[in-house]
């Protein structure tokens, strides 16, 4: 869904300007407040790259699949405010029972990667492949995606993949079919199929608005073909940021998530999920140096924890994941008192049929893995 669909399904239920003016220590007493109040009716799972003034009040912290497996494991809150961006409440939404209602703070915060492939250009794109390579492509998607994507995959017998599971996911992929539609985000889906071996010159690209496939070689060569499609965040850090770090300092360490892009990753000391990233600064000796190829918040977290390390971002002139930054602290207030009001805001709720196929895609990765 669209950020404009995304406003207009709210049906003009926004924030008041008011609540911009509070001071934070009220704004913070009031949520404490309303926490307390509510107690385990009130779940509050926040992202990784969620600012500092949100996550402090968040119940669960991880990435968008594990915290929508930890809400659904939640049988207890009536209510769960998912503080990430829209696909992530989505998931919850579905995964979650019915009578528990998930609300995002702000539904202005979507990603722009998930808005990088729509149904309309998917169904196009599912047309167009169908007739040039036959019944011999299974969709996967990232879970960087909208439930309706995630609903194709599992409708085509396909899966929906994480970070951490992709290369799994893949060689489960390629026994089931000739080759892989990865949607949306390229990056990861040609740094994960270069892994298993599959060499560049067998992935194509699909260009979802000038419907167009960019390939120069012959096309029963094709294993993979890569949606158009990234993380805004990710692709930001270059091979000159790795070049100015190491010339800068030959013995740091560049780590960096593999939503970056492959020259980046290849020149990359290690890659992987944010839990990879998390966990590889987490055991390193005291003293080890870093630069961190991910979302800011993230990093200057990870920079708060390990003092005994040198730690930095890959990219100096950084800034954190803008939508996902949309969720703050006035939000936050707001979000919990409509609850407390019995006029909750922001309420996601998946379309049943949708719904079916999605989590269908995402119990097919999670059988797999």
Same mark, same amino acid.
């Given at each position: 869904?669209?950020?404009?669909n995304?406003?207009?399904?709210?049906?003009?239920?926004?924030?008041?300007?008011?609540y @911009?003016k509070?001071?934070?220590e009220?704004?913070k007493e009031?949520?404490r407040?309303?926490?307390k109040?509510?107690?385990?009716?009130?779940?509050i799972?926040?992202?990784?790259?969620?600012k500092?003034?949100?996550?402090?009040?968040?119940?669960?912290?991880g990435?968008?699949l594990q915290l929508?497996?930890? !809400?659904?494991q939640? @049988?207890k809150?009536?209510y769960?405010?998912?503080?990430?961006?829209?696909?992530m409440a989505?998931t !919850?939404?579905m995964l979650?029972a019915k009578?528990q209602?998930v609300v995002?703070?702000?539904?202005r915060a979507?990603c722009?990667?998930?808005?990088m492939?729509n149904?309309?250009q998917?169904?196009?794109?599912?047309?167009?492949l169908t #007739?040039?390579?036959?019944?011999?492509?299974i969709?996967l998607?990232?879970?960087n995606s909208?439930?309706?994507?995630?609903?194709?995959? *599992?409708?085509?017998g396909? %899966?929906a993949?994480?970070?951490?599971?992709?290369?799994h996911?893949?060689t489960w992929?390629?026994?089931?079919?000739?080759?892989i539609l990865?949607?949306?985000?390229?990056?990861?889906g040609?740094n994960? %199929?270069?892994?298993? *071996?599959?060499?560049?010159s067998?992935?194509a690209v699909w260009?979802p608005?000038?419907e167009?496939?960019?390939?120069?070689?012959d096309?029963?060569?094709?294993?993979?073909?890569l949606?158009?499609?990234h993380?805004?965040?990710?692709?930001k850090?270059?091979?000159s940021?790795? #070049?100015?770090?190491?010339e800068?300092?030959?013995?740091?360490?560049?780590?960096v998530?593999?939503?970056c892009?492959?020259?980046?990753?290849m020149?990359?000391?290690?890659?992987g999920s944010?839990k990879k990233?998390?966990?590889?600064?987490s055991k %390193?000796?005291?003293?080890?140096?870093?630069a961190?190829?991910t979302?800011?918040n993230l990093?200057?977290?990870?920079? @708060?924890?390990?003092?005994? #390390?040198?730690?930095?971002s890959l990219n100096p002139d950084?800034?954190?994941?803008?939508t996902?930054n949309?969720?703050?602290?006035?939000?936050l207030?707001?979000?919990?008192?409509?609850?407390?009001k *019995?006029?909750? %805001?922001?309420?996601?709720?998946?379309?049943? !049929?949708?719904?079916k196929?999605?989590?269908?895609?995402l119990n097919?990765?999670?059988?797999?893995?």
């Amino acid at each position: 869904m669209s950020i404009v669909n995304l406003i207009n399904h709210t049906n003009g239920s926004m924030m008041p300007e008011y609540y @911009k003016k509070l001071a934070e220590e009220d704004m913070k007493e009031r949520i404490r407040r309303i926490k307390k109040k509510y107690g385990e009716k009130l779940f509050i799972p926040g992202h990784h790259y969620q600012k500092d003034e949100v996550i402090q009040f968040a119940d669960a912290t991880g990435d968008s699949l594990q915290l929508a497996q930890v !809400a659904q494991q939640n @049988k207890k809150a009536e209510y769960i405010v998912f503080c990430g961006v829209h696909f992530m409440a989505e998931t !919850a939404d579905m995964l979650t029972a019915k009578e528990q209602v998930v609300v995002l703070p702000d539904m202005r915060a979507g990603c722009s990667m998930a808005d990088m492939a729509n149904m309309r250009q998917t169904n196009r794109a599912w047309e167009e492949l169908t #007739k040039r390579f036959g019944d011999t492509i299974i969709p996967l998607t990232y879970v960087n995606s909208t439930a309706e994507i995630k609903a194709f995959t *599992g409708r085509n017998g396909g %899966a929906a993949v994480t970070s951490s599971n992709a290369k799994h996911i893949l060689t489960w992929a390629l026994t089931q079919k000739e080759r892989i539609l990865f949607l949306p985000d390229q990056h990861l889906g040609r740094n994960t %199929a270069y892994d298993l *071996g599959i060499p560049l010159s067998r992935m194509a690209v699909w260009d979802p608005i000038e419907e167009e496939l960019l390939y120069d070689g012959d096309l029963q060569d094709v294993k993979v073909i890569l949606w158009k499609g990234h993380c805004s965040v990710h692709e930001k850090f270059t091979v000159s940021n790795i #070049k100015n770090v190491k010339e800068r300092d030959p013995g740091i360490n560049v780590i960096v998530h593999p939503e970056c892009t492959h020259e980046v990753v290849m020149l990359s000391d290690f890659s992987g999920s944010t839990k990879k990233i998390i966990d590889t600064i987490s055991k %390193a000796e005291p003293g080890s140096k870093w630069a961190i190829g991910t979302e800011m918040n993230l990093v200057q977290r990870i920079i @708060k924890r390990h003092p005994d #390390k040198q730690i930095e971002s890959l990219n100096p002139d950084m800034c954190p994941c803008l939508t996902m930054n949309r969720i703050d602290l006035p939000h936050l207030l707001w979000s919990l008192e409509q609850i407390d009001k *019995g006029e909750p %805001a922001g309420v996601i709720k998946v379309e049943e !049929a949708v719904a079916k196929d999605a989590v269908a895609s995402l119990n097919r990765m999670l059988g797999i893995s």
